[in-house]
């Protein structure tokens, strides 16, 4: 089946540092990637969405400056927070969807990154 | 704008018991799809099953099946015989055919418990 797999699983780091997600389709080409927030107990937002070789769409809400999306090839999108402050930490989840004529392709998932600011 | 509300945020079950899950959605398109995702304490999305609009067929999965009204704007997740794996936070979702670029609108989650 489609994998998705997304890098680091944790990060711990200091006030200040950017953070950068990897997020790869390993077995499919994906034209279209998602990028999610994720708070304990709660749903999942969905902060941008991003397509190859072109600029990401953001949710409102959504500060572009500070969650730069990058969607060089059809099988990496990365996620980068910049100036990561105490509240940016969260669990960050993404998914793919996969290239195709069908419009009915289901969105497969990565593990999710949880990022912690201190 | 279209949206997903799940009105349970728990629910518990007896193992080898039948529970469901409610589901209602708010669109005026009239061709979509519908998901239920799992989502276990690893936090791994787990797709449990799709319906596309269209079909009027309700959708099964082995001990998992829906009761679609599309009238209604119902989505309603049946697990039968439940097993103590079945234990998560399950996800009802949304996901357009035409425009909103293929993104997904997320319920609020229903936390499943499994009593052994």
């Known amino acids: 089946g489609a994998v998705v797999s997304q890098h680091p699983s944790r990060v711990i780091c200091k006030s200040g540092t950017s953070v950068k997600i990897e997020c790869r389709s390993l077995d499919f080409q994906a034209t279209t990637m998602f990028w999610y927030r994720q708070f304990p107990k709660q749903s999942l937002m969905l902060m941008a969405t991003?397509?190859?070789?072109?600029?990401?769409?953001?949710e409102q809400g959504v500060e572009k400056d500070k969650f730069l999306i990058n969607h060089a090839s059809l099988t990496l999108s990365t996620l980068t927070v910049t100036s990561a402050h105490p509240e940016d930490s969260s669990f960050y989840i993404c998914?793919?969807?996969?290239?195709?004529?069908?419009?009915?392709?289901?969105?497969?998932f990565g593990d999710g990154t949880r990022l912690s600011i201190l | 704008a279209q949206t997903v509300t799940q009105s349970q945020p728990e629910m518990s079950v007896q193992e080898a018991e039948t529970v469901t899950l409610s589901c209602t959605y708010d669109?005026?398109?009239?061709?979509?799809?519908l998901f239920w995702y799992k989502q276990p304490p690893s936090r791994q999305m787990i797709l449990v099953i799709r319906?596309?609009?269209?079909?009027?067929q309700n959708a099964t999965e082995n001990r998992f099946s829906v009761n679609f009204q599309k009238a209604a704007k119902s989505f309603s997740l049946k697990i039968s015989d439940s097993q103590l794996g079945d234990a998560a936070m399950y996800f009802c979702a949304y996901g357009a055919i035409y425009n909103q670029g293929g993104k997904l609108i997320f319920g609020q989650g229903t936390e499943l418990s499994v009593k052994p």
């Open positions: 991003s397509n190859e070789g072109s600029k990401a769409t953001y």
């Open positions: 319906q596309e609009a269209y079909k009027q």
């Open positions: 669109t005026s398109e009239s061709d979509y799809y």
């Open positions: 998914s793919a969807r996969e290239r195709s004529r069908f419009s009915n392709q289901p969105q497969h």
